[in-house]
């Protein structure tokens, strides 16, 4: 019997992660976590960003360019 490797839906990125879905730079992501526009979650001491979080910056993001325009 074989097994096939049903890809799992990520739950929670990195920092690191979150800016490649982004296309931001590191340091970007964690400007915006600084600055309380990118929300995160904690476990222990590790910073994690959910995937409805990076949608809801993507969200703003889109707010503000529609404000400028």
């Not at 979150?18 to 979650?41: D, F, K, N, P, W």
Request: hydrophobic share 45%; glycine share 4%.
């Amino acid at each position: 019997m074989t097994t096939v490797a049903v890809p799992v839906e990520q739950l929670l990125y990195r920092p690191e992660e979150a800016a490649v879905a982004l296309r931001i730079g590191r340091s970007m992501v964690y400007e915006e976590i600084r600055l309380g526009r990118l929300q995160t979650v904690r476990i222990g001491r590790r910073r994690l960003v959910p995937p409805e979080y990076i949608a809801q910056y993507v969200e703003l993001l889109k707010r503000e360019a529609q404000a400028t325009a």
